[in-house]
């Protein structure tokens, strides 16, 4: 992927999460707050489109930003500032980073679904 | 008053590790330059080594780690730096160490080289030299003064976490130099060259760079440049005087 397009992503991404979870705190704060409310609120369909486009820019915006921070400090060279016998398991640290983190990304995914779209019918 | 010097000694043919040296020397009555006190200290231990050569910050062969900040010897007053009468002299961070205050300079080379530091142009030479207008030429200003000494990108983190991928504020402030000349026609092959995620992309906006510069020159600024124009494209019009201001 070029730079460009992955820094587009990080700040169209954080953008969108700004605007999401201002809303959300705007409607808490400006009008009685419900269980009845917040269901109409929360299911009408414009409410899932933003949910869900909040869902997918949360896990594109914490991939690149977790993507970057094992790029940076969990390589050999890095690793290596303290320790050279466990820099040489570095690579192998990466990845299992990238699983944890993608699997956390995928279950987030899957758990916020399961929210919207089990209640919804 | 004496002046307690701590200095980073490193021989690979005699230490296995690093270590600081401590010196004891007169306090010198006027104000005189870090460079000129090494030199002192050479004179009574003459294995100690490092890299200088004009002595007047314009050949940017004495950059080394000054009680922690980056910066040339020869025109580092000692006034400005000492920290109670204590000094401590590193070489730059980063780099692989030859000895004591002399590192290896083959990545941040290597990064220079990447960018093709020369003027490309798809027009026939010229018989005597390329001209430009005096406009043009000051969007040169603030980008062709670097002397290459390597205090901003052997301060930049992401240049120690990255040296092999990441060019540096050191080189692409010079492919700045180069995207923001008029008589060079090759801009869009040299954005493309920069396009990965790591080459540019990977300052963070730190901005030890800048703090450093014994030039007071601005790779940040220039980084922003290349940013914006990887982000927007090459218009002519697009590009902006980076000067020193
Ligand atoms: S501004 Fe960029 S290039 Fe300069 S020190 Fe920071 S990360 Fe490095
Ligand atoms: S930009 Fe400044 S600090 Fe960096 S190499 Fe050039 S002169 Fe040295
Ligand atoms: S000796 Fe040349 S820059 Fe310091």
Redesign the pocket.
Known sequence: MKGSTIWYLQRSSAVINLIYIGYVFYFIYSSELTFAAWNNFFYSPIMIFFTLCFFGSAIIHSFIGLWTVGTDYLTRRTIGFLSYRISKYADTLRSIYTVVFSLFGLSYLIVSLTIIFNNIS | MELSVSLYRYNPEQDKFPYMKNYKVKKPKKDIMVLDLLNMLKEDDVTISYRRSCREGVCGSDGMNINGKNGLACITPLSEVLRGNKLELRPLPGLPVIRDLIVDMTQFYEQYEKIKPFLQSDSKPPEQERLQSPKDRDKLDGLYECILCAC?ST?????WWNPDKFV??AA?LQAYRFLADTRDTKKQERLEELGDPFSVY?????????SVCPKGLN??KA?GEIKSMLLTGTKEDKIKVVGLE
């Open positions: 901003c301060s930049c983190p992401s240049f540096g504020p692409l990977r300052c963070h906006g730190i901005m030890n760079c800048v790779p940040n980084i």
